[in-house]
């Protein structure tokens, strides 16, 4: 991931200011034992960047590749440059070991780390692409959410205004039947007293 190159090229940029500060030390000091230590460190720190550039970890675009390749030539030019500083060194030619590598080895470990910068730059550029897409996304399925609550509450509302027609449909069924009902009862009882009436005539009248 563009997460994953970064940390890689962190590493890297460390390495390769390690392997240079080692040399810088060894070539600051007459202590044949602190050369021969920091010469040492120095190429472990190299092969720590060789490997890292080389790695299966670093899953980069097209140009991004090509920068790292690049960045690979420049590296081994400048170990090449300063394995010829080390052995001066080692041969105790102090001043021809420091005019070297201020005049060569410099220059090609400036070429590495121009590269590097690069690469972390579209490398970072990638992280604000991806960072970007994610966010555009999350709103995306925000806005989806948000739309399915609004559904979901306005069917809810739909349906709790149809419950109350139905309620009050209900309710006005209900004093019809119950005015029906009403209205056959007086029925009923005008017709008996119609007829209670007629039987009093008929009494009278005998």
Do not use: P
Not at 152 to 171: H, M, N, P, S, W
């Amino acid at each position: 991931s563009a997460v994953r190159n970064l940390d890689v090229i962190g590493t890297l940029e460390f390495q390769t200011q390690e392997a240079r500060r080692r040399i810088l030390y060894a070539l600051a000091t007459d202590d044949g034992d602190r050369q021969l230590e920091d010469i040492d460190r120095a190429r472990e720190a190299d092969a720590q960047v060789e490997m890292a550039l080389r790695s299966e970890a670093l899953q980069l675009s097209a140009s991004a590749k090509t920068i790292a390749a690049r960045a690979l030539g420049h590296w081994r030019d400048y170990v090449m440059e300063r394995d010829e500083v080390v052995a001066l060194i080692l041969e105790g030619r102090h001043s021809e070991a420091i005019a070297r590598d201020t005049s060569n080895a410099e220059t090609r470990f400036a070429a590495v780390r121009t590269d590097l910068t690069v690469l972390r730059q579209q490398l970072g550029a990638s992280v604000d692409q991806a960072v970007e897409t994610i966010h555009t996304n999350s709103i995306r399925s925000l806005i989806g959410l948000l739309c399915v609550v609004g559904l979901t509450q306005l069917l809810a509302i739909f349906g709790y205004r149809q419950l109350q027609k139905l309620a009050v449909i209900d309710e006005l069924r209900a004093a019809k039947t119950a005015a029906e009902q009403a209205s056959e009862a007086k029925a009923r009882l005008d017709r008996k007293s119609t007829r209670l009436n007629s039987s009093h005539t008929d009494i009278s009248r005998m």
